[in-house]
């Protein structure tokens, strides 16, 4: 379903918006995962649990399907349809890593709305490329604004 053989084009800021939705309904212990390409070429943009991130979430530690849904697309926003709908299908297509996902982290919920204007915008976390130029403490920089690693 979601392979290159989907009926589904999603660019990163979607991937993030499906996140958001699946948040709201409860699937509060999933968790993004983004990374560049090492081409430099598309954005890797990974759904995965909270178990399966290490800390301070630059990393997971399996790759495995059901505690992972790899994605790499281009940053743009590229789903024209409904994220209902999009979660419904993704919940059917993924049960076991949405049930390992499944509960309250309002914290984490927050972080993800607070990121998805910036992503909006053009901005894109780099998760597992973390450098004294692109992070002080625990942040991300923003031009000049710090902006936080999600909640452990």
């Known amino acids: 379903m979601y392979n290159e ?5 999603l660019g990163a800021y979607d991937v993030v918006n499906l996140l958001y939705e699946l948040h709201q309904r409860g699937y509060q ?19 995965t649990t909270k178990r399966n991130m290490m800390p301070y979430g630059i990393n997971i530690e399996s790759w495995d399907d059901d505690k992972m849904w790899p994605h790499s697309s281009s940053m743009n926003i590229l789903y ?7 979660a419904d299908d993704f919940i059917r297509a993924f049960p076991n890593l949405c049930r390992n996902g499944f509960g309250s982290d309002p914290g984490y919920t927050m972080w993800l709305r607070n990121l998805m204007p910036l992503m909006h915008d053009g901005w894109y976390p780099e998760m597992d490329y973390i450098s004294n130029d692109e992070v002080d403490g625990r942040y991300f920089k923003y031009g000049e604004e710090r902006i936080p ?4």
């Open 5 to 9: 053989n989907s009926k589904y084009e």
């Open 149 to 152: 690693f999600p909640p452990l």
């Open 29 to 47: 212990q999933l968790r993004l995962f983004s990374m560049m390409a090492p081409n430099g070429c598309a954005m890797r943009t990974c759904i």
């Open 80 to 86: 024209k349809g409904d994220y209902d709908k999009l």
